[in-house]
């Protein structure tokens, strides 16, 4: 049995049958059938549950007249990766905002939950970048098609015809490499981050920690940015009509 938190063990009480069920069914079969919700599911799961409840927070409270703090931090946020998707996508940048703005706020949440005592930064889980890099990928491939339809191909063979098979190859390499680099930037900052905090509270409980937190807050902030950016270069190349 693998060790759980306590958010983990509560879904795993109630829900861990149904959950075990319903993969049975799918063909797929957890390696612990007791506790089939992993931490890393668990904390997802909480994230997803507490930006739903914060979104909803925030539309309860949009006011044009009198707009609180709330309502001035989301749109700041809002007009922060705006102002940068602007200067790297350009014309039709708007389309592209709800995406860029979501897996921001999922991948701050997820960075900044292991920061609480008692959870963990889901994305200090390999699953997790992972699953945020493939959708992703996805994401701006789809818009590169939709963009550009078939001449979508155009962009991986280069401007030499003779020269078109090597380019594919090493084109589709590098855009899978994406994937990679994306996971592995945010997962690898994020573990050492949580491990960082995780052996200074156990050796000093007191004033030393509070560096390393505020390191973690940093950190997360980083990361969060750089994920961002990355997502909406790799938008930028993808649409672009020049590129």
């Known amino acids: ?40 599911v668990a904390m997802e799961l909480l994230v997803i549950g507490v930006l739903l409840v914060f979104f909803a927070l925030v539309r309860a409270s949009l006011s044009v007249e009198k707009p609180g703090g709330l309502q001035h931090s989301v749109e700041a946020m809002q007009e922060f990766i705006a102002e940068q998707a602007h200067g790297v996508i ?11 703005i979501t897996v921001g706020y999922f991948i701050l949440l997820s960075n900044l939950l292991g920061l609480v005592p008692g959870f963990e930064s889901p994305t200090a889980s390999p699953t997790v970048p992972l699953g945020c890099a493939v959708v992703t990928f996805v994401y701006y491939h789809y818009h590169g098609l939709r963009t550009h339809g078939v001449h979508y191909v155009k962009q991986f063979t280069g401007p030499v ?36 905090t995780v052996a200074f509270f156990s050796l000093v409980p007191v004033l030393v920690p509070v560096a390393f937190l505020g390191l973690h807050l940093f950190v997360s902030l980083v990361q969060t940015f750089i994920f961002v ?10 649409v672009s009509e020049e590129h």
């Open 229 to 238: 950016m990355l997502t909406l270069v790799y938008l930028g190349m993808a």
């Open 1 to 40: 049995m693998p060790e759980q938190l306590w958010f983990t063990e509560l879904l795993n009480h109630h829900f861990g049958a149904a959950t075990t069920s319903l993969l049975g069914h799918l063909g797929i079969h957890p390696a612990y059938p007791n506790a089939p919700i992993s931490n890393a």
């Open 161 to 196: 015809w003779a020269l078109a098979p090597l380019m594919i190859v090493i084109e589709v390499i590098s855009h899978f490499a994406r994937i990679l680099s994306l996971t592995v930037r945010l997962y690898a900052n994020m573990f050492a981050g949580d491990m960082v």
């Open 90 to 100: 350009g014309h039709g940048y708007e389309r592209y905002l709800p995406y860029a």
